[in-house]
């Protein structure tokens, strides 16, 4: 399945009259009654769904829709959100729409809004038009807008979630019959939890029959806007069908996450975040002390040849890093700067290189195909060859990263704490240290601790690979002469300038080498690659050089390793029917790419643990889930 590029929204506004509704000329259809754009949401969707009343009190209520159009049905629910004392805790608002539109229009539709604090909010989160799940959040994360760009059919069937409530608010059905179909409305009962509602402006036959041949009960409403009924809709299926990936218990909201590196502060605070307590048991006397302790790193896009599932699963890693690292860097929460990134390329031309953005329609506020003279003006020097600009990119201090993570109130740091063995015990797991003392008990447990997962779990036919890589660190009197990019450079080994004006550069790749110590030609060669990279390297003695050595782990297919365990001697046809242990997660085996896909990762472990709504769509969730490892039967 692939998703094609997207096409944004063709809008025409005024239409001749001041308070004519904008027009979607490729639909001949407006986006919403002339009485009120908001008013229609508060009566046809918020009212059809008995909303705020059914969210009051729960921890978490989910809406699923389907035609975000210009936003208002999601400005309307989150301004009611607001008003509401008695709201939920969490609420997540999940759209799709195939013809999104640009962050120009959308700041054009809600110039007069009534709402001019939430639009301006939506305005600037408005994510690059790439045919992905972008997350983005609003209130400190309270209020999740997951936005699905593409075609509703192909979304539907890849979003893992249960849903609240639906609004089907697509343009007419006899303008966009693709939004109205029979296998679109049937696909909403493999997305509805129980007791989940649907509301729409439509009363078409072919809209009640197509809900009703779903298992929902169909009524009629008063309308609204000079329509006389609405539909409104109640699931209530024959029986229900067997879910993939099940969703997590709510309670008791508690975890234990093994590892205080990347991978286990972003799970721990993405769970804290969920509004779970976590406790993270660290074997070194500080977190960040192992892979994850590197001086700087880099966090930016791709651009693969084609766009399968592993080239998406990344994009919607560096999406997610722009997006959450991009606050930290501007507010110097965390040490790194969100400027851009320069990838150099030198295995294709720049009309290849334009070529694949335009087969894959990647926007430029993702990422640019620049020649030599452009990519130098971002680099504040000379780039001796095409490269790609990843607007979105930068670097970062990951110890400052992981600090942030663990500095959440709902988040317990205990160093000093290897855990030896894991127990089943009771409901839960016990961590036992080399004594066999409990270290903790929980009914959760991430496994986010590089290869010792993997013993902990007994998997010893996990397929991990670890591979040394050194990283050189020039002092700032050693770099004082030296080129000094103002983005960072990557391509054939990377090179950062720090605050401090030194500049780091790496790094090796050695698989299987658990030499520790620094090596004199590896800085040589990382010198080498920083003079490929800049045209010139410090003329000093390599072994007088400092630097750092770790270890890099990944499996063969160079994807992270994310999601419930699955039983040992388990197979299924598909991954995501693998039987699992119950409570057991993984977040190891980032690789190189640490810093890009730690957020994503530790999104997803926290929804599969916590029963939110995944980040990632199910063959992008398939493709990180560690069952991927188990034999198809």
Same mark, same amino acid.
């Given at each position: 399945?692939?998703?094609?590029?997207?096409?944004?929204?063709?809008?025409?506004?005024?239409?001749?009259?001041?308070?004519?509704?904008?027009?979607?000329?490729?639909?001949?259809?407006?986006?919403?009654?002339?009485?009120?754009? +908001?008013?229609?949401?508060?009566?046809?969707?918020?009212?059809?769904?008995?909303?705020?009343?059914?969210?009051?009190?729960?921890?978490?209520?989910?809406?699923? #829709?389907?035609?975000?159009?210009?936003?208002?049905?999601?400005?309307?629910?989150?301004?009611?959100?607001?008003?509401?004392?008695?709201?939920? %805790?969490?609420?997540?608002?999940? @759209?799709?729409?195939?013809?999104?539109?640009?962050?120009?229009?959308?700041?054009?539709?809600?110039?007069?809004?009534?709402?001019?604090?939430?639009?301006?909010? +939506?305005? *600037?989160?408005?994510? !690059?038009?790439?045919?992905?799940?972008?997350?983005?959040?609003?209130?400190?994360?309270?209020?999740?807008?997951?936005?699905?760009?593409?075609?509703?059919?192909?979304?539907?069937?890849?979003?893992?979630?249960?849903?609240?409530?639906?609004?089907?608010?697509?343009?007419?059905?006899?303008?966009?019959?693709?939004?109205?179909?029979?296998?679109?409305?049937?696909?909403?009962?493999?997305?509805?939890?129980?007791?989940?509602?649907?509301?729409?402006? @439509?009363?078409?036959?072919?809209?009640?029959?197509?809900?009703?041949?779903?298992?929902?009960?169909? #009524?009629?409403?008063?309308?609204?806007?000079?329509?006389?009924?609405?539909?409104?809709?109640?699931?209530?299926?024959?029986?229900? !069908?067997?879910?993939?990936?099940?969703?997590?218990?709510?309670?008791?909201?508690?975890?234990?996450?093994?590892?205080? $590196?990347?991978?286990?502060?972003?799970?721990?605070?993405?769970?804290?975040?969920?509004?779970?307590?976590?406790?993270?048991?660290?074997?070194? %006397?500080?977190?960040?002390?192992?892979?994850?302790?590197?001086?700087?790193?880099?966090?930016?896009?791709?651009?693969?040849?084609?766009?399968? &599932?592993?080239?998406?699963?990344?994009?919607?890693?560096?999406?997610?890093?722009?997006?959450?690292?991009?606050?930290?860097?501007?507010?110097?929460?965390?040490?790194?700067?969100?400027?851009? +990134?320069?990838?150099?390329? %030198? *295995?294709?031309?720049?009309?290849?290189?334009?070529?694949?953005?335009?087969?894959?329609?990647?926007?430029?506020?993702?990422?640019?195909?620049?020649?030599?003279?452009?990519?130098?003006?971002?680099?504040?020097?000379?780039?001796?060859?095409?490269?790609?600009?990843?607007?979105?990119?930068?670097?970062?201090?990951?110890?400052?990263?992981?600090?942030?993570?663990?500095?959440?109130?709902?988040?317990?740091?205990?160093?000093?704490?290897?855990?030896?063995?894991?127990?089943?015990?009771?409901?839960?797991?016990?961590?036992?240290?080399? /004594?066999?003392?409990?270290?903790?008990?929980?009914?959760?447990?991430?496994?986010?601790?590089?290869?010792?997962?993997?013993?902990?779990?007994?998997?010893?036919?996990?397929?991990?690979?670890?591979?040394?890589?050194?990283?050189?660190?020039?002092?700032?009197?050693?770099?004082?002469?030296?080129?000094?990019?103002?983005?960072?450079?990557?391509?054939?080994?990377?090179?950062?300038?720090?605050?401090?004006?030194?500049?780091?550069?790496?790094?090796?790749?050695?698989?299987? /080498?658990?030499?520790?110590?620094?090596?004199? @030609?590896?800085?040589?060669?990382?010198? %080498?690659?920083?003079?490929?990279?800049? $045209?010139?390297?410090?003329?000093?003695?390599?072994?007088?050089?400092?630097?750092?050595?770790?270890?890099?782990?990944?499996?063969?297919?160079?994807?992270?390793?994310?999601?419930?365990?699955?039983?040992?001697?388990?197979?299924?046809?598909?991954?995501?029917? &693998?039987?699992?242990?119950?409570?057991?997660?993984?977040?190891?085996?980032?690789? @190189?790419?640490?810093?890009?896909?730690?957020?994503?990762?530790?999104?997803?472990?926290?929804?599969?643990?916590?029963?939110?709504?995944?980040?990632?769509?199910?063959?992008? &969730? *398939?493709?990180?889930?560690?069952?991927?490892?188990?034999?198809?039967?």
């Amino acid at each position: 399945m692939r998703f094609a590029p997207i096409t944004p929204a063709r809008i025409v506004f005024g239409d001749g009259a001041p308070d004519a509704p904008p027009y979607a000329p490729d639909f001949g259809d407006v986006y919403h009654a002339r009485a009120g754009a +908001l008013a229609q949401a508060r009566h046809v969707f918020l009212g059809g769904n008995a909303l705020p009343q059914r969210w009051q009190g729960r921890a978490r209520f989910v809406i699923l #829709e389907t035609g975000f159009g210009l936003g208002h049905n999601f400005l309307a629910t989150w301004a009611a959100w607001r008003d509401d004392p008695h709201r939920c %805790e969490r609420l997540w608002f999940v @759209s799709i729409d195939k013809h999104p539109p640009t962050r120009g229009d959308l700041a054009r539709a809600h110039a007069a809004s009534p709402l001019p604090g939430l639009a301006r909010d +939506l305005v *600037d989160a408005w994510p !690059p038009l790439t045919p992905d799940l972008h997350t983005l959040a609003f209130d400190g994360g309270r209020v999740m807008l997951r936005l699905a760009f593409g075609d509703v059919a192909q979304w539907l069937p890849q979003l893992v979630l249960d849903a609240d409530a639906f609004y089907l608010d697509g343009f007419a059905p006899d303008r966009n019959p693709a939004m109205w179909d029979a296998r679109v409305l049937k696909a909403l009962a493999g997305r509805a939890a129980p007791g989940a509602t649907a509301a729409t402006w @439509s009363v078409a036959r072919d809209v009640r029959d197509g809900l009703a041949g779903a298992g929902f009960a169909v #009524e009629r409403a008063p309308g609204f806007g000079g329509k006389r009924e609405m539909t409104v809709a109640r699931y209530a299926p024959a029986f229900t !069908p067997r879910r993939a990936r099940a969703p997590g218990r709510v309670a008791p909201r508690d975890a234990v996450v093994v590892g205080a $590196g990347l991978a286990g502060a972003a799970a721990a605070q993405a769970l804290a975040e969920t509004g779970w307590a976590v406790t993270v048991l660290e074997r070194r %006397e500080r977190p960040a002390a192992e892979a994850s302790g590197n001086a700087a790193g880099l966090f930016h896009g791709s651009v693969a040849p084609d766009d399968g &599932v592993p080239s998406r699963a990344l994009r919607a890693a560096a999406l997610e890093a722009a997006r959450v690292y991009a606050p930290l860097l501007r507010e110097s929460v965390v040490t790194g700067a969100a400027c851009g +990134l320069l990838q150099r390329v %030198e *295995d294709l031309t720049l009309d290849a290189m334009q070529a694949r953005l335009a087969r894959q329609g990647l926007p430029a506020d993702y990422a640019q195909a620049l020649d030599a003279p452009a990519a130098s003006a971002h680099a504040g020097i000379a780039v001796d060859g095409p490269a790609w600009w990843f607007p979105g990119g930068g670097w970062l201090a990951p110890p400052t990263l992981v600090a942030h993570g663990l500095a959440h109130p709902r988040v317990t740091l205990r160093t000093g704490a290897a855990v030896h063995a894991l127990r089943a015990h009771g409901d839960g797991w016990q961590m036992l240290d080399a /004594d066999g003392r409990v270290l903790a008990h929980s009914r959760t447990v991430v496994l986010a601790n590089a290869h010792d997962a993997a013993r902990l779990l007994g998997r010893g036919d996990w397929p991990l690979r670890s591979s040394r890589g050194q990283v050189t660190q020039l002092d700032a009197a050693t770099a004082a002469h030296l080129p000094r990019p103002r983005v960072p450079l990557a391509g054939d080994g990377y090179a950062i300038a720090l605050p401090d004006g030194g500049l780091l550069c790496g790094a090796t790749r050695h698989a299987g /080498d658990a030499d520790a110590s620094l090596r004199a @030609s590896d800085h040589a060669y990382n010198l %080498e690659r920083l003079r490929r990279l800049t $045209g010139t390297a410090p003329a000093v003695d390599p072994a007088a050089l400092a630097g750092r050595v770790g270890w890099r782990l990944a499996v063969p297919d160079r994807l992270p390793l994310v999601g419930a365990v699955p039983v040992a001697g388990a197979a299924a046809a598909r991954v995501r029917d &693998v039987a699992r242990i119950e409570g057991l997660f993984v977040c190891t085996a980032f690789g @190189s790419r640490g810093i890009t896909w730690a957020p994503l990762a530790g999104a997803l472990v926290a929804a599969w643990a916590a029963g939110d709504p995944f980040p990632l769509d199910a063959r992008g &969730v *398939d493709a990180l889930d560690a069952a991927r490892l188990v034999p198809r039967a």
